[in-house]
């Protein structure tokens, strides 16, 4: 696993408690999203470095995570139905930034736009949907600190999918690994991915999306 990871524990010392940031595992120019599919999906992905294959359909709305723990309360660890493969995939930090831009706030907020006329004409113009929502801990309880999942659509997830992922890691034996450690109630042992903050160098992007 090319991911470097850390204990939980050292992580609490270095991250936020409160308010809205992008989390992720970076390295130079790259940045990591989630996703969590069923095996014939993930086998595909691994084997040709897409997404695609007769079981994957580019005709509904599919969403990434940064955040490792979101996305491991998100698949309950790989255990839930059709989750049970955890992929981490590598994009440039230029096209995260670009899925950024053409993201619309899933539902209204008039902190971040003058009417509810101009956010229902994004929603409806654009592929990108960007939802705050609360982060959780290893056990699955919700922590103050909101983090970031974005939805694509359409072209937007056409071209991530088949085009802006520079690299498919399967992780799953490492989430696996890691659920062991809460079951024996060893929180003290449990690793995750080196993640810090990301911000975009729009700080008008920043802000428009809600960055704390």
């Known amino acids: 696993m090319k991911i470097l990871t850390e204990l939980y524990i050292q992580s609490l010392e270095r991250l936020p408690k409160t308010g809205q940031h992008i989390i992720g595992h970076q390295a130079e120019n790259l940045i990591v999203v989630y996703q969590a599919y069923k095996h014939s999906i993930a086998d595909y992905a691994i084997e040709n470095q897409f997404l695609g294959?007769?079981?994957?359909?580019?005709?509904?709305m599919s969403w990434i995570k940064p955040n490792f723990l979101w996305m491991m309360y998100r698949c309950g660890w790989a255990e839930k139905e059709n989750q049970e493969r955890v992929l981490a995939l590598w994009i440039d930090k230029s096209d995260f930034e670009n899925i950024l831009r053409e993201a619309v706030l899933s539902s209204f907020n008039p902190k971040y736009y003058e009417s509810h006329d101009q956010w229902a004409d994004e929603l409806n113009s654009k592929e990108v949907r960007l939802q705050w929502d609360p982060d959780h801990n290893p056990f699955g309880y919700k922590i103050e600190r909101r983090a970031i999942q974005l939805g694509l659509k359409g072209k937007a997830l056409e071209n991530f999918g088949k085009k802006q992922i520079k690299r498919i890691?399967?992780?799953?034996?490492?989430?696996?690994?890691?659920?062991?450690?809460?079951?024996?109630?060893?929180?003290?042992?449990?690793?995750?991915p080196v993640e810090t903050l990301y911000r975009t160098t729009d700080e008008k992007l920043n802000e428009r999306i809600g960055i704390a």
Do not use: C, M
Request: aromatic residues 16%; hydrophobic residues 30%; negative net charge.
């Open 169 to 192: 890691e399967d992780i799953t034996e490492f989430a696996k690994e890691q659920k062991l450690q809460l079951y024996n109630d060893q929180l003290d042992n449990l690793f995750v």
């Open 53 to 60: 294959g007769p079981d994957y359909s580019y005709n509904r």
